[in-house]
């Protein structure tokens, strides 16, 4: 036997830009400043990529890349932060991170339609600060539990200042 | 007469003092780099030697426990990736900016085809933290499209003892399955596929087949490799006759 580390516990911890996330076992996640503005003239938000999967390199803000290498027992959401002074405008009028429900997932919400898949997008403000979360299923017929695993990360999702 | 027997006998005597001295002094050389470097490598981990072809018992642990990645990339993304309690399988290919061997490593990954992994197998790079490396250097060197983390964390988790070396882990299991180093990527691939009976590291991710075909070629391959066959061994497609 090896004088290793004992053990392997998981690093369930990600924060940075005033967001903190805890994942639960299997979830990963990645979390970086965008390239370039969405508009000219504005900042470079954050944006969080989570999933269940291996996330690969080279992804685009609302997944692709990613997307298409998930499995239908596999789910990815994207979390897009906007102008803070976009926050409470009609758009962004919901308070409070968004819990989707199984209903709420359609094949014409995906950004990019792949056979089998669902999602869901939703603009939010929470603490002053204005955000698209996007969720992407692998399939119907996992929804349901997938679903279940989607809304127990987004429940440790912690948004604070920036 | 009589001075030139004594001249001659005083000159072997100094140079017989000369040549034991010589000889001393090569002694303790000898005794030093034995000491740096006792060649049979008692102390060292399982992972410095080639990894056994034959299987391990279901369950029994030859390297130890894997740990989660977690960094930064060369974009400044931060990382949590999982390798424990996951699907997939993990390669980590731990390399650095300034060892001569790693120049090899970044220049092949590059290349399109030039690393083959095992279906459903997730290979990532890891460098240590930019405390201790050159984000600049790694960033010229680093190909696109390969994922390359910074974390002097895995550095220290992994106990890696320098750069390349290179880790399977399990991700189901959460264990180490193989490690070790080499000169290039093919030879840490022949030795990984040695080492875990995973034929992939040779061919890349197998077409689909039925599960049947599959087991039935994966038992193949295993023998083979234990017997020392890799793809494109001659012994594979027997003799020319005329």
């Not at chain 1, 890349?65 to 979390?79: H, R, T, Y």
């Not at chain 2, 095992?118 to 680093?142: F, H, K």
Request: with cysteine; net charge negative; glycine share 12%.
């Amino acid at each position: 036997m090896t004088s290793r580390t004992a053990a392997g516990a998981p690093r369930s911890v990600v924060g940075a830009h005033g967001l903190q996330l805890r994942l639960p076992q299997r979830w990963e996640a990645r979390l970086y400043l965008r390239d370039e503005p969405a508009e000219e003239g504005e900042s470079l938000n954050p944006v969080v990529h989570l999933a269940n999967f291996a996330l690969p390199p080279g992804r685009g803000d609302f997944g692709s890349g990613a997307v298409e290498v998930m499995g239908p027992g596999q789910a990815f959401i994207a979390l897009l932060e906007y102008e803070a002074a976009e926050a409470g405008t009609p758009l962004f009028a919901a308070r409070g991170v968004p819990r989707p429900r199984v209903a709420d997932f359609a094949p014409n919400a995906l950004q990019r339609r792949l056979p089998g898949q669902l999602g869901v997008q939703r603009f939010f403000t929470e603490n002053g600060r204005a955000f698209c979360l996007y969720v992407v299923l692998g399939s119907r017929e996992h929804a349901t539990g997938l679903v279940g695993e989607v809304c127990g990360v987004l429940e440790h999702l912690e948004v604070g200042r920036r | 007469m009589t001075v030139l027997v004594l001249v001659e006998t005083v000159l072997l005597a100094v140079l017989t003092v000369l040549v034991a001295g010589l000889l001393r002094a090569y002694g303790t050389v000898l005794r030093r780099l034995h000491a740096l470097d006792p060649g049979t490598r008692q102390d060292s981990r399982p992972f410095e030697v080639l990894p056994t072809p034959t299987a391990r018992p279901a369950g029994e642990a030859e390297f130890g426990p894997a740990h989660d990645v977690t960094g930064e990339t060369l974009r400044g993304e931060i990382v949590s990736a999982r390798v424990v309690g996951v699907e997939h399988n993990t390669l980590l290919l731990f390399l650095s900016s300034g060892c001569a061997t790693c120049e090899a490593f970044w220049t092949d990954l590059g290349k399109p085809g030039a690393i083959q992994l095992p279906a459903g197998t997730r290979l990532l790079v890891v460098a240590q933290g930019a405390e201790d490396e050159s984000r600049a250097d790694l960033a010229a060197m680093a190909p696109d499209g390969v994922d390359v983390i910074l974390s002097s964390r895995a550095w220290r988790d992994y106990e890696v003892p320098g750069s390349p070396h290179v880790v399977y882990v399990d991700g189901a299991t959460g264990q180490i399955r193989g490690e070790g180093t080499g000169q290039s990527l093919r030879q840490v691939a022949e030795l990984l596929a040695r080492g875990t009976g995973e034929v992939g590291f040779l061919t890349g991710a197998p077409a689909r087949k039925s599960a049947r075909d599959r087991e039935q070629e994966v038992s193949v391959d295993r023998e083979l490799l234990a017997a020392g066959i890799l793809p494109g061994d001659p012994r594979l497609y027997g003799s020319d006759e005329r």
